[in-house]
C-alpha cells in the first residue's frame, strides 16, 4: 500500500483530500501545518503531497527538507494561487509536480497514481 505524507492547513480539504486517497487505497498520515508534518519526514514515505500556502513552514520549505533528507522521494504540491504555482514550479525540488486548487478528487487520485507509477 502506497504510503502519502499530506499536509494541508484547511481542516476540512484535508479530512475530504485524506479519505478519497485512503478509499483509493493508499496509507494517509494528513498533518495540519508544515511543522507537524516535518516531524513525520523521516518515516517510510512515497509521496510528499503538500499545499504551498500554509502558516509558519510553507509547503516548499517542507518540501525542500524531504528532498534533501530523502532524495528519491516523489513530491506533489498543490495549491490555490496561481501566483503561487508558478513560483513553486521554480523554487520546488526537481521532479515536483504542481496541481491547484480546486483540484477534483479523481484529478488528483489519478496524478498521485501516476506519480507513484512512474
Known sequence: MPRILFAEDDD????????????????????????AAAEHI????????????????????????????????RIMFITGFAAVALKAEETAPPGARVLSKPVHLRDLV???DRMLAA
Not at 14 to 34: I, K, M, N, T, W
Open 110 to 112: 489519478d496524478e498521485v
Open 12 to 35: 476540512s480539504l484535508r479530512g475530504f483530500l485524506s479519505r478519497a486517497l485512503q478509499r483509493a487505497g493508499h496509507e494517509v498520515e494528513a498533518c495540519a501545518d508544515g511543522e
Open 42 to 73: 523521516d518515516r517510510d514515505w512515497d509521496l510528499l503531497l503538500t499545499d504551498i500556502v500554509m502558516p509558519g513552514m510553507d509547503g516548499i520549505e517542507l518540501a525542500r527538507l524531504a528532498a534533501e533528507r530523502h532524495p528519491g522521494l
